[in-house]
């Protein structure tokens, strides 16, 4: 069969490879991908919400499955889209993508399902949030927009006034536009953060290897918050006992809960939890592959993607054997462009990438990147997944960070630190 991947990030890339290893796929398309899917798959230059022309192809390409990786046009509705003409696709439909267009929406069906989380109130506007800020203790709160802001709609603030700030900056000086309708204001809570991902399909629940990501741009976790700045697999932090009980006390009852809600969920149920004292709490969910924790994890899968993908979405993934993983952790390091996450300059070319590729273990995902007169050019803030195996994750973060090495454009840089938080 033919499969389309929509999106354009390193994660599209690492679903494209993964996917076209499959025996039982003929091509596979990404639209609109970048130079890194247009070497392992083949590039459509349509964008991930022209919903028409992307059915339009579909049909034309006798594409037998979809697999949607942003969850802007999640949130749009493709899914429903895609469905309403009879195309397959990977996902969950608008009204249950909501779990993450709405952090609102979540956490009061995550509060309904008692699935453990922060303390948290809702808000309509800046000056109830502002009042109930200055009647509560001065202590370090978080606030939230309750839209999808590309990863930026939270700000942890130490103190009142800065609280009070982001309640202005959001509500006030929408900086996040529509997003800020609706805030979110919650306790800080203190841990370490880990990613864990579910494949469902609304009743059967495949839990995959836990994560973690590294969001602030620089080392020992400072400085400006990211999209990611790498992510390794599996994170000791979640034990297999641990994992037992996020499925149990936080995977299982959002699921019902959805159902419940009339908004039964199929697709990516990725649980962004923070690992503290008394234990995991539900920080947000996302319904799809997270970036970069997708590419560790792609690497590490040993499973026929697709089997499982198309089981999901055929309400089947109960027939699904368990999942089979290369033991061998892997590590994944983001390079990125000068001035990220801040503006940044494209167009410089990359040099490095066919040595790169010949280090045992590794595989080099494409994010920002782009073909210019036959060359890779950076065209993003995240532009390479420098992604590697290892006996041991100190291995894998040795590989990822030798290939990283062979890699040089103008202003590239990285962090150092990529999976040092597993020995902590
Ligand atoms: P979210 O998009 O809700 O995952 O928030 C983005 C990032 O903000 C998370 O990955 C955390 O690092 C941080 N964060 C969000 N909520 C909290 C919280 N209640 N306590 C501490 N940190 C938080
Ligand atoms: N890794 C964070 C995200 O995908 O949202």
Redesign the pocket.
């Known amino acids: 069969m033919n499969v389309l991947v929509i999106g354009s990030g390193g994660r599209e890339h690492a679903l494209a490879w993964k996917i076209a290893q499959s025996p039982r796929v003929k091509r596979v398309f990404v639209a609109p991908g970048n130079a890194g899917t247009a070497a392992d798959a083949e590039n459509v230059a349509i964008s991930a919400t022209d919903f028409p022309a992307l059915i339009r192809f579909a049909k034309q390409n006798e594409v037998g499955l979809s697999i949607v990786g942003p969850e802007d046009p999640l949130a749009r509705g493709i899914v429903d889209a895609f469905q309403a003409e009879g195309l397959k696709v990977f996902g969950p439909n608008k009204a249950a993508a909501e779990l993450e267009a709405s ?1 609102v929406f979540c956490r009061n069906l995550l509060r309904r399902a008692d699935v453990p989380g ?1 303390d948290y109130h809702t808000f309509k506007d800046a000056g109830s949030a502002i009042r109930y800020l200055s009647e509560r203790e001065d202590t370090p709160i ?1 606030v ?1 927009a309750d839209g999808l802001a590309a ?1 930026k ?2 700000i ?1 603030c130490d103190n009142r006034n800065q609280a009070i700030d982001a309640v202005n900056e959001i509500a006030r000086n929408k900086v996040f536009g529509e997003a800020g309708n609706r805030l979110l204001i ?4 203190v841990g370490q ?1 880990a990613s864990v991902l579910a494949i469902t399909d609304g009743q059967t629940i495949v839990t995959l290897q836990p994560a973690q990501d590294h ?1 602030p741009a620089n080392d020992g976790d400072t400085g400006p ?1 990211t999209g990611g700045m790498g992510a390794y697999c599996p994170a000791p932090l979640v034990d297999d006992d641990k994992l037992h009980w996020i499925e149990e006390h936080v995977l299982v009852p959002t699921v019902h809960a959805m159902k419940k809600a009339g908004r039964p969920f199929q697709g990516v149920l990725y649980a ?1 939890l ?1 690992i503290t004292n008394q234990g995991p709490k539900m ?2 969910y996302n319904v799809r592959f997270g970036d970069p924790e997708c590419q560790p994890l792609l690497m590490r899968l040993k499973t026929d993607l697709v089997d499982v993908l198309e089981a999901a979405v055929d309400r089947r993934l109960d027939e699904i054997e368990p999942l089979e993983w290369d033991p061998r952790p892997a590590v994944c390091v983001v390079m990125a462009s000068k001035g990220y996450p801040g503006s940044y300059e494209r167009g410089f070319p990359i040099r490095g990438l066919d040595e790169a590729a010949t280090l045992p273990g590794v595989k080099v995902f494409h994010a920002g990147t782009a073909l210019k007169d036959g060359r890779v050019v950076n065209a993003g803030g995240r532009v390479l997944n420098v992604t590697a195996l290892g006996d041991s994750i100190a291995k894998a973060k040795l590989n990822a960070y030798t290939a990283v090495k062979a890699i040089r454009w103008d202003g590239a840089w990285c962090r150092k630190d990529i999976s040092d938080k597993a020995f902590r």
């Open positions: 952090k922060a978080v939230k990863g709609g939270v942890v919650e306790e800080k809570l953060e969001k918050n962004g923070m920080l947000e």
